[in-house]
């Protein structure tokens, strides 16, 4: 955090870690002194910026200073580092960024390659459902995110990735059991399902779109996305899964899918903060390329 003063230092640490112990560690400071400078800081501005739980969490006002913070900082990096007579005299750059869990498991990863090899780029990746990432933009934990929502949050800009598909799949076995008079409304709301997490709406879209009912089937939480698929193929429930994670098991019989002329297509965006950043410029671009091959186009995914 070079070139920040010692209280945004310590209020940006805090948010990251989230927690003074954390912050701390980070700062090679006491608790104490952390949270003196965070007080010194709120003193100075006149507005509670960190609420103090478990994880801590900025405030409204320190959202905002949080987001002009980050900006500062990777705009700083990148500054100094024009200025530097050699690369190895400046500290590399780190973007963090939101992805969810199936797009890191897939293809997203990937991507992040090219920009570290090439340009000495760090990440820091805070995996959280497609459907809520954007909070983090907004609350200035992250530069960009990897979301479903196309609407562009305040000062941000957004270019479409692509689409995911998720396909439901079950073992054979598991198949056998639950659904071999067919899909409905008695079958779905008995048979286990695997929910990667309390954010994951996909298993629920899915029973909506066949029952058009809000049902209560037993449950799996599951917040991974190898053991997601892994436990479907060992007949633990069914589930929503993407394709790209599936031609191995769909081959070797492992799994199949419940409901062969049905999926749900979700449609994700890249997210960023509109400022002129050339590190951020670059993983722009490497994403929206990786996206190019590893996910559907939106146009050509019915």
Not at 4 to 18: I, S, Y
Not at 40 to 46: C, F, I, P, T, V
Request: hydrophobic share 50%; glycine share 6%.
């Amino acid at each position: 955090m070079r070139m920040l003063n010692p209280q945004l230092a310590a209020f940006v640490a805090v948010l990251d870690e989230g927690s003074f112990d954390g912050a701390a560690r980070r700062l090679a400071l006491t608790p104490s002194a952390v949270s003196q400078r965070i007080k010194a800081l709120e003193d100075r501005l006149g507005q509670v910026l960190v609420l103090r739980q478990s994880p801590s969490r900025a405030t409204p006002a320190g959202e905002r200073l949080l987001r002009g913070v980050q900006q500062m900082r990777l705009l700083e990096a990148e500054i100094l580092g024009d200025f530097a007579v050699e690369a190895t005299h400046t500290a590399p750059v780190t973007i963090a960024i939101a992805v969810n869990a199936d797009s890191l498991a897939t293809w997203a990863l990937g991507a992040l390659v090219e920009p570290h090899q090439h340009d000495g780029l760090l990440f820091d990746v805070r995996v959280e459902d497609q459907d809520h990432s954007v909070d983090l933009l907004r609350d200035g934990s992250v530069l960009g995110a990897i979301t479903a929502d196309a609407r562009p949050v305040q000062g941000c800009t957004v270019k479409k990735l692509g689409v995911m598909r998720y396909l439901p799949i079950a073992s054979p076995a598991f198949v056998a059991k639950h659904f071999s008079k067919g899909l409905d409304a008695a079958s779905l709301g008995a048979a286990p399902m695997l929910v990667f997490n309390r954010k994951d709406a996909l298993q629920w879209r899915f029973i909506r779109s066949v029952t058009h009912a809000r049902l209560a089937p037993p449950m799996h939480y599951l917040p991974s996305s190898t053991a997601f698929v892994e436990g479907a193929a060992l007949g633990l429930g069914w589930a929503m899964a993407p394709e790209a994670m599936l031609e191995q098991p769909f081959a070797l019989g492992s799994l199949q899918p419940i409901a062969p002329r049905r999926w749900l297509d979700v449609p994700l965006y890249w997210q960023h903060w509109s400022i002129r950043s050339t590190a951020l410029a670059k993983v722009t671009e490497a994403l929206l390329h990786a996206a190019r091959h590893g996910l559907r186009n939106a146009r050509a995914s019915s």
